[in-house]
């Protein structure tokens, strides 16, 4: 994600839909900065939060030097949950800057021991912040709540359901008769359907449904996979997306996958976790699915998960494959 500048609680609260891809609630979030690790990492729990330790362990891991904390949701709820994870951090070496609640436009200091806030809290408006302002621009959005990002990788319904479904049915049929050999050609239609999608030409339903097929091939996965343009990835999550909903369940993992894989380059990790559930749940073993799994829940920054390999590099890497299992 563009780096966002925080200076105030305001500047924080503005941030965290951006840095979650939605507006939590009833949740803690925990934001680590500063240190060895450049940029920031967000960890959203859900209240009650019971897992202080290993978030703060998470980050000093990473290398962050502090934190912020914000609650969402009841004063008492909040108090029970912020108290440990403010404790587990100063602990680990992260310790927490400052903490808030947040709640119906206003907000509270938890670290405040006078009067320095009003009882009824201090208001806030984050519709003209600059924090939101560099993140609408950087063509982030930050939903309603994270129901409705789970709904924006979910499938189609209605006439688009059924037009892909006869789509699907063509598809098969064409993949079944196809020659065995035909990587190369299979990987010139992928690359240049990613090329259009880059232009804002979206796929038609028989394109959509004949790459579904062909990335169940993990090799086609793959060479699509080190393309995805971890500087800016905008476009590719946008086209990832779009797939995920339109293919069907069987073919669902590659780019629920690769679309996890282009989010969390952009530290949108909120759509990166929505995005592997989908892939899990059309195959709880898919290794590509449970391999970024890992690497988000130990935190390790999208900076440090950079593919840096090129066609030829995973070519070389196949035939090695391919010889050790001749020999």
Not at 40 to 62: E, K, M, S
Not at 83 to 111: C, F, K, N, Y
Not at 200 to 220: H, M, Q
């Amino acid at each position: 994600m563009t780096s966002l500048v925080i200076r105030t609680a305001q500047d924080a609260i503005a941030a965290v839909p951006y840095l979650l891809g939605f507006h939590p609630a009833r949740s803690l979030v925990v934001i680590g900065f500063e240190g060895r690790s450049r940029g920031t990492c967000a960890i959203r729990l859900d209240l009650p939060a019971d897992a202080a330790d290993r978030v703060a362990a998470l980050l000093a891991g990473n290398g962050f030097a502090r934190s912020l904390l914000l609650g969402y949701g009841p004063p008492d709820e909040v108090a029970e949950a912020a108290a440990p994870m403010r404790a587990a951090l100063t602990a680990a070496g992260v310790p927490a800057v400052e903490a808030i609640r947040v709640g119906d436009g206003r907000w509270w200091s938890l670290t405040c021991d006078d009067d320095c806030c009003p009882p009824e809290g201090v208001p806030y408006d984050i519709s003209g912040s600059v924090v939101a302002a560099q993140a609408t621009f950087a063509g982030h959005v930050a939903l309603a709540d994270r129901a409705e990002l789970v709904r924006s990788v979910q499938p189609l319904d209605g006439p688009g359901q059924a037009t892909m479904h006869q789509a699907t049915e063509r598809a098969r049929k064409r993949y079944l008769s196809r020659p065995r050999a035909a990587h190369e050609e299979d990987l010139a239609f992928v690359l240049a359907l990613l090329a259009h999608a880059r232009t804002g030409i979206r796929p038609t339903d028989d394109e959509a449904a004949w790459l579904g097929l062909l990335l169940t091939d993990l090799r086609i996965r793959d060479e699509t996979w080190i393309r995805i343009d971890e500087d800016a990835p905008a476009a590719d999550i946008a086209f990832w997306r779009d797939i995920v909903r339109r293919v069907e369940e069987p073919c669902v993992p590659a780019p629920a996958s690769l679309l996890a894989f282009a989010a969390y380059s952009a530290g949108d990790g909120g759509l990166a976790n929505v995005a592997l559930e989908r892939a899990l749940a059309a195959d709880p073993a898919y290794s590509m699915a449970v391999i970024l799994r890992e690497v988000i829940e130990a935190g390790i920054p999208p900076r440090k998960l950079r593919m840096r390999m090129s066609s030829d590099q995973l070519a070389a890497a196949y035939d090695d494959q391919a010889h050790r299992e001749a020999g």
